[in-house]
C-alpha cells in the first residue's frame, strides 16, 4: 500500500493509477501533469447543448440525477445557464434512510424553478437487496449505486429525452477506474462498486428480473441504439469545487450538517456539506477503510490538498485521527433497518478485511502494515 507523495490518497483505491513520481491521478490533474484544455471542453459543451435541444421532442432536453445536495444544486443551476432544460430525476430513499435534511434539500432544489422526478423501488425490496448486497459484498451501496446510477439513463429513455446527464468524473475527481478520462459517462458502469452493472448476483439469489428493473442498466450499445448521450456534466465546469458548489447551494437555501452529526470524531468525515440525504454512507466508508485502508478523512483531505486549502502534513494529522471513524448509532441503525444483529455486522466485516494490508500489533489491535507518514 503506498500513499500519494502529494496528498494523502492511496495506491489501494480501485481504479487507481500513480506515475512514476508516486503522484496520484487527481493531483496528475491539479498540478497541472495531465492539463485540462477548457477550451476544447467548452467547444464541446457548446455542440452537446446545440445537438440535445435540436433533438429534443418536447419540453426536457436532458435528465439530471440529483440529490439536492451542493453538487446537483449547482448542476441544476449550470445546465439551465447553458440553455439546458432539464427533468430533474432522484433515485429516492426509503423513509428509514432518508434524514430530514436531506428532505428539505429535495425540495429545495424544486424550488429553484425545476421539474423532479422521483424514483422509488419497492421498499421491502430495496431492504432485501441491501441486506444481500451488505452480506455478499460487505458494501450496502454496491446495489444501491446501481438504482442511482441507472435512473438517469433509464429515465431518459422511458421518455425519449436525448441527453442523460451524471455529475462528476470520478476518474478524474477521485482517481476511480471508469473507462472514461473525458465527459463520457457511458461506461460508468465499469466502476469497481458496479462491476459492469451485472445483477446476476441478485439474480442467482432469488430476487426476480422484474424486482430489479431499476437496478439494471442500459448498456453501452442500448444507449447507442436509442441515440443517448450520457456525459459527466461537472468534467465541462471549469471553477468545479466542492467548497465552491458547496457555498452557491448555501446560498440557494441548502442546509448541512450541524452538531454531532458534522463531528469527524462521530463520522469520519470532515466536512460538514457532504453526504447530506442519508447516514449510512458512513457506514459504508467504515467498511471501505476495512476493505482498501482509506475512507472519507482521506479522501477529503486530498481534496483540500489539492486545492491549497491544508498542507499535506495537516492531512496526515486528519488521516490518523479521523479516517475509518463510524458512531456505533449510525452502525446500530444500519443493522436495525437490514434485518440483521450487531455480531452478524462485524463477522462480516472482518471476514472481508483486507489481510494484505492489516496486521495485528502485540496488543491485539489491527493496524495498517504501511500507515500514512
Not at 24 to 34: V, W
Not at 186 to 202: E, F, H, K, Q, V
Request: glycine share 8%; aromatic share 10%.
Amino acid at each position: 500500500m503506498r500513499w500519494c507523495k502529494n496528498c494523502v490518497e492511496p495506491d489501494t483505491r480501485p481504479g487507481q493509477v500513480f506515475n512514476e513520481d508516486g503522484i496520484c491521478t487527481p493531483c496528475q490533474y491539479a498540478l497541472n501533469i495531465k492539463p485540462a484544455n477548457w477550451d476544447e471542453r467548452e467547444k464541446e459543451l457548446k455542440d452537446i447543448v446545440a445537438w440535445a435541444k435540436q433533438n429534443s421532442q418536447g419540453k426536457y432536453d436532458c435528465v439530471l440525477g440529483v440529490s439536492g445536495g451542493k453538487d446537483s444544486l449547482r448542476l441544476a443551476l449550470f445546465a439551465r445557464e447553458i440553455g439546458l432544460n432539464p427533468l430533474l430525476v432522484c433515485a429516492t430513499y426509503v423513509p428509514q434512510q432518508m434524514t430530514d435534511l436531506g428532505a428539505h434539500n429535495l425540495s429545495n432544489i424544486v424550488e429553484q424553478g425545476f421539474d423532479l422526478e422521483t424514483i422509488n423501488v419497492a421498499p421491502e425490496t430495496c431492504k432485501q437487496v441491501t441486506r444481500h448486497a451488505f452480506r455478499e459484498f460487505c458494501s450496502w451501496t454496491k446495489a444501491t449505486e446501481y438504482f442511482l446510477i441507472s435512473s438517469m439513463p433509464r429515465l431518459a429513455l422511458t421518455h425519449g429525452i436525448p441527453l442523460a446527464c451524471g455529475g462528476e468524473n470520478p476518474l478524474v475527481t477521485v482517481g476511480s477506474g471508469c473507462g472514461s478520462d473525458n465527459g463520457d459517462a457511458r461506461s460508468i458502469a465499469s466502476l469497481n462498486t458496479l462491476s459492469g452493472g451485472d445483477i446476476s448476483p441478485y439474480l442467482n439469489a432469488g430476487f426476480e428480473e422484474g424486482e430489479l428493473f431499476f437496478y439494471k442498466m442500459p448498456t453501452i450499445e442500448q444507449m447507442d441504439q436509442k441515440g443517448l448521450k450520457f456525459i459527466y456534466l461537472g468534467y465541462y465546469i471549469r471553477d468545479w469545487d466542492a467548497y465552491g458548489n458547496h457555498a452557491l447551494a448555501v446560498k440557494h437555501g441548502m442546509h448541512v450538517r450541524t452538531g454531532d452529526e458534522a463531528d469527524p470524531s462521530m463520522t469520519g468525515c470532515t466536512h460538514n456539506f457532504v453526504s447530506l440525504d442519508e447516514d449510512f454512507i458512513f457506514v459504508n466508508q467504515y467498511m471501505k477503510y476495512l476493505k482498501f485502508g482509506f475512507g472519507f478523512t482521506a479522501q477529503q483531505a486530498s481534496h483540500d490538498i489539492r486545492a491549497g486549502i491544508i498542507s499535506r502534513e495537516h492531512g496526515v494529522e486528519l488521516v490518523r485521527r479521523y479516517d475509518g471513524v463510524c458512531a456505533d448509532k449510525y452502525i446500530e441503525a444500519f443493522c436495525n433497518y437490514i434485518e440483521i444483529s450487531r455480531e452478524e455486522f462485524d463477522d462480516i466485516c472482518e471476514r472481508f478485511r483486507n489481510k494484505d494490508i492489516w496486521t495485528k500489533d502485540s496488543t491485539g489491535r489491527w493496524t495498517l502494515k504501511n500507515p500514512i507518514s
